[in-house]
């Protein structure tokens, strides 16, 4: 047995020094692996951060361009507004002098105008419709009064007249609109 004890402290004391070993690297490693990881997640934060602020960026950029395309679409550009974007075919008529009403006695009205076809087969129809024609637009002219035709309103409200009414007269196409190339009151 005394053997047996000898060989028992032999390997106690062989034993304490290999846990004693083993229990200095643990607290080691594990700082190691708490470092590297804090630096891994603040590296990782730093990178989704930067990116966020460049996300916000970009779309602060993309309600901005957006923005000013509305502003742009809702602001026509001058000269666009006076030139038709694409004119048809246009055909004038002869002048035209009618007596219209007023409070202060007859006025004469002097107006030309020319229509714009929408196919060009049309103008054969209309040279054989003219005296209708001239006609339908004669009693429209003589149907306003001075008061009606001074105002923006009321030209406008004419020019829609004359093309359901010259519409209706046709067959083989439309008129699409009217451009009045005079206007004078005496």
Excluded: C
């Excluded at 034993?15 to 607290?27: N, Q, T, Y």
């Excluded at 974007?85 to 030309?112: A, H, K, T, W």
């Excluded at 103008?123 to 339908?136: C, F, G, Q, V, Y």
């Amino acid at each position: 047995m005394p053997a047996d004890a000898a060989e028992v402290k032999a390997a106690e004391t062989t034993s304490a020094p290999v846990e004693k070993k083993k229990s200095d690297k643990l607290p080691f490693v594990t700082l190691l692996v708490v470092m590297i990881n804090t630096v891994v997640l603040s590296a990782l934060g730093y990178v989704v951060t930067q990116l966020w602020e460049k996300m916000k960026g970009l779309s602060d950029k993309a309600a901005q361009l957006e923005q000013a395309q509305k502003e742009k679409e809702e602001k026509p550009a001058p000269a666009k507004e006076f030139i038709p974007p694409e004119l048809g075919v246009l055909y004038p008529l002869e002048s035209f002098l009618v007596n219209i009403s007023s409070d202060r006695g007859p006025r004469f009205l002097q107006m030309q105008m020319e229509i714009e076809l929408d196919n060009a087969a049309l103008e054969d129809e209309i040279a054989l419709k003219r005296p209708a024609l001239r006609d339908a637009i004669i009693l429209l002219l003589t149907s306003r009064t001075y008061a009606e035709l001074r105002e923006k309103e009321g030209i406008k409200k004419l020019r829609a007249d004359l093309i359901k009414s010259i519409n209706g007269l046709l067959k083989t196409g439309n008129i699409r609109e009217i451009y009045f190339t005079q206007f004078h009151f005496n």
